[in-house]
């Protein structure tokens, strides 16, 4: 079975400066990889997804992903953080070999960004 | 607008009596979900329908139904609520659930649900 791990609850950047936010994921197949984002009181909203090909994949806001598979880590990043940014960011893998398109999320990255 | 529509929002009911949570999309998409939102669990999936009248359970199905007689609309139904289902719901389409094209899923606003 399919797993994510997010192993930090909150990640504190000033605006300006780069941004991380960790993922690791688990699969018996291979993955599709994805990160959506959620702001107050709304549903998520997709950023990015890894299907296959280039390890950098782009995505909305300027947000960008990295997937590493020796390390099976898929992090989000990007290069100048905004006080806009400040929400809370689910990673989400799928196994090539389940039936459906179940996506399994981790457990969520309050990611807050400070002037 | 391309959109899932989820009602009601918000949801205080009591326990034991029955309630359903609306699900409609306007995409033509043939696949929908049903997922659960609790702190520190992240989403998890109750039910799935790959398409009309094919639905399937998730990882946390007990105590929900769902059903899906028309492409657009999935209802969610709690026959007994119990204060263990309060949570955050969301609905969730997408293009195609097909192993081999994996579609973004595009989720409602939320329907925050209190069972005393």
């Known amino acids: 079975a399919q797993s994510v791990a997010q192993p930090e609850d909150q990640v504190n950047v000033a605006e300006g400066n780069p941004l991380t936010v960790k993922c690791t994921y688990s699969?018996?197949?291979?993955?599709?990889l994805f990160w959506y984002v959620q702001y107050p009181n709304r549903g998520l909203q997709f950023l990015l997804k890894y299907i296959t090909g280039d390890n950098l994949v782009k995505g909305s806001y300027g947000f960008e992903a990295e997937f590493n598979k020796s390390q099976t880590s898929f992090h989000l990043k990007k290069p100048s953080a905004l006080v806009s940014d400040s929400a809370l960011y689910f990673c989400a893998v799928r196994d090539t070999m389940e039936y459906g398109n179940k996506l399994v999320f981790g457990a969520g990255t309050i990611l807050r960004v400070k002037s | 607008e391309a959109q899932v529509t989820q009602n009601p929002r918000y949801l205080i009911t009591v326990t034991g009596k029955k309630l359903t949570v609306t699900c409609s999309q306007n995409m033509n998409h043939e696949y929908m979900s049903w997922y659960r939102q609790d702190p520190g669990l992240g989403l998890r999936q109750i039910y799935y329908?790959?398409?009309?009248?094919?639905?399937d359970k998730g990882d946390v199905p007990e105590g929900y139904k769902v059903s899906r007689k028309e492409k657009r609309n999935f209802p969610l139904i709690l026959e007994s609520p119990s204060p263990n289902q309060t949570s955050l719901y969301f609905c969730?389409?997408?293009?195609?659930?097909?192993?081999?094209?994996?579609?973004?899923?595009?989720f409602g606003n939320g329907t925050r649900l209190t069972v005393t």
């Open positions: 329908s790959m398409n009309v009248e094919v639905t």
């Open positions: 699969v018996s197949g291979n993955p599709y």
């Open positions: 969730a389409s997408s293009f195609t659930g097909a192993r081999d094209r994996p579609s973004p899923l595009h």
